[in-house]
């Protein structure tokens, strides 16, 4: 069974501009989260999304945001670019949301701001 | 709120030594725990988790972990690591209430010594 995947896998977007990132879950899978990983801040919750609702959101400005289509695949979107958004964004899927299962991950997307 | 502690930053042993990683954390009710490692410029890979049952989990890659209530703990532990151990090493944390929202500790650095 193919594993996550996340495309692309490196971008390097300037200040100010927006970048969009994909996810596609394990098939079958019907619960998508994503987190960011720096060095600073560790690993952070952005949002999970199941049946095409945002169920949870952590506490990150509007200029991140997502969605999820009916194939459970999922983009996030990062608006006006600023240097601190550069991080490794990891995204994971699971069967449903909230069951006992592991959440399987992706090899992520690292952004560079520059 | 969700949170988890991993108090060392960096974890070293001599190949063929036991291996242990410690983890502590916080959540309202039942916690479902996890632990993850990556490897440089890879995602997070699963290894086990606890949801419920025996306070010996035992996961992938002979690794184990004990769930302690009453020290609101969850250590990694192997008996005997390999310099392919080497990696970073997450303990995750969400509650049993219908999310799937982790809450991760900053990560330990695991280094085997030949």
């Known amino acids: 069974k193919a594993g996550v995947t996340q495309t692309p896998r490196y971008l390097i977007k300037t200040r100010g501009q927006q970048v969009t990132l994909s996810c596609s879950p394990i098939s079958g899978h019907r619960s998508v989260s994503w987190y960011q990983q720096t060095p600073g801040q560790g690993l952070q919750f952005l949002f999970e999304y199941f049946s095409e609702t945002q169920r949870n959101k952590g506490n990150f400005p509007g200029r991140f945001s997502g969605r999820q289509f009916s194939n459970s695949r999922s983009e996030m979107n990062v608006s006006t670019l600023e ?10 899927s699971s069967l449903e949301a909230g069951d006992r299962e592991e959440q399987y991950f992706g090899p992520g997307t690292r952004l560079t701001v520059t | ?27 309202s009710g039942n916690p479902y725990l996890f632990w993850y490692v990556q490897y440089p410029n890879r995602g997070l890979q699963f290894l086990l988790k606890y949801i ?17 209530k009453s020290q609101t703990s969850f250590h990694l532990k192997k008996p005997s690591a390999l310099v392919s151990d080497s990696a ?27």
């Open chain 1, 83 to 92: 240097l601190g958004d550069s991080a490794l964004y990891l995204c994971a």
């Open chain 2, 1 to 27: 709120a969700q949170s988890v502690a991993q108090p060392e930053d960096q974890v070293n042993v001599a190949e063929g030594n036991p291996l242990t990683v410690k983890c502590t954390y916080s959540v």
């Open chain 2, 52 to 68: 419920t049952g025996d306070n010996l989990v035992k996961g992938s890659y002979g690794f184990e972990a004990e769930f302690n």
């Open chain 2, 88 to 114: 970073l090493y997450f303990c995750a944390v969400r509650n049993a209430y219908g999310n799937n929202r982790l809450a991760f500790g900053k990560g330990n650095q695991v280094v085997v010594i030949p």
